[in-house]
């Protein structure tokens, strides 16, 4: 048996981005498949999140050695015109299924003694079939397995630096917390209403 | 006590109001992950683990016979892969 290729979903991706660590998605030196759907989901972010911009750098960084793959609801999802994509509500595990698809096209033609691991979060994925040749993981799972096989010191403090790296957003300006008065607990209101942009609400 | 995600009994999820709540259930293991994309209006899990990372949370960890189950399936796997690379495979 050997591992030949590795396809994550968009979870790991984004907790092994959030810490910096897609790099341990490079140790096995062998080709890292995401599925269209999957990189839709990673690229795309949040407005003012860094997210997408890591995982841009790392395509970028990795050469040939990461593929998207196409899948026939990758396809699908492609095909809708962007403005309109826009507006749409995306399909439920839409990247999960990409990768089950992906996994039905590779389980026939993969050699007897190869295999594959796929990378997940979403529970979806655990009930998912993808044949004898590829073998899911958890992202803790993964962190531990990497562990026990001396590549990272300790699981438990990478998911300490995934709690502790919070993104950071800039915020709406209406989440903001009021700006404080010097010496006085105000709130809120007060707080907004002493801002020096107010203008005077009485009459 | 609800009897099943999709039946008509009562889920912890509807008792819960904030966005915070959802995810401290989701957290807790008391609402699922569908029902908290749901009642967030999220589309994909990868916005579930987003609205997680933003409160500084990780993904809550799975079952520990599943993560033994799992890694004991894939070390040999990375073992071997790892000494591949080693050796200039």
């Not at chain 1, 990497?146 to 630096?161: C, F, H, K, M, Y």
Request: hydrophobic letters at 45%; one cysteine or more; glycine letters at 6%.
């Amino acid at each position: 048996m050997a591992l030949e290729i590795v396809i994550p979903d968009s979870g790991p991706l984004m907790s092994l981005g959030r810490i910096d660590r897609l790099d341990l998605l490079d140790r096995f030196n062998c080709p890292i498949l995401i599925t269209d759907m999957v990189a839709d989901e990673i690229l795309r972010g949040k407005p003012g999140a860094p997210d997408a911009s890591v995982f841009e750098a790392w395509f970028a960084k990795r050469g040939n050695r990461i593929q998207t793959i196409e899948t026939s609801i990758g396809m699908m999802w492609k095909a809708i015109p962007e403005d309109i994509r826009a507006t749409l509500k995306r399909v439920r595990d839409a990247g999960e299924t990409s990768i089950w698809q992906f996994s039905n096209t590779i389980r026939d033609t993969m050699a007897a003694d190869d295999e594959a691991l796929v990378l997940f979060e979403d529970a979806a994925v655990k009930k998912m079939d993808f044949g004898p040749h590829i073998r899911k993981l958890s992202t803790w799972s993964f962190l531990i397995a990497l562990e026990r096989a001396g590549v990272i010191p300790s699981a438990q403090t990478l998911r300490n630096d995934m709690m502790a790296a919070n993104r950071t957003i800039p915020s709406d300006p209406f989440d903001q917390p009021s700006p404080k008065m010097a010496g006085r607990d105000e709130d809120w209101i007060a707080g907004y209403d002493a801002r020096p942009d107010m203008d005077d609400p009485t009459p | 006590m609800g009897r099943s995600e999709k039946g008509s009994s009562i889920r912890p999820i509807h008792g819960m109001v904030t966005v915070r709540q959802i995810l401290d259930g989701f957290l807790a293991g008391s609402v699922t992950d569908h029902e908290a994309m749901d009642a967030l209006h999220m589309e994909t899990y990868a916005d579930l683990i987003n609205a997680l990372a933003d409160i500084g949370e990780a993904p809550p960890l799975p079952p520990k016979a599943e993560v033994e189950a799992e890694v004991e399936a894939a070390l040999p796997l990375i073992r071997k892969r790892l000494q591949e690379v080693a050796d200039g495979a």
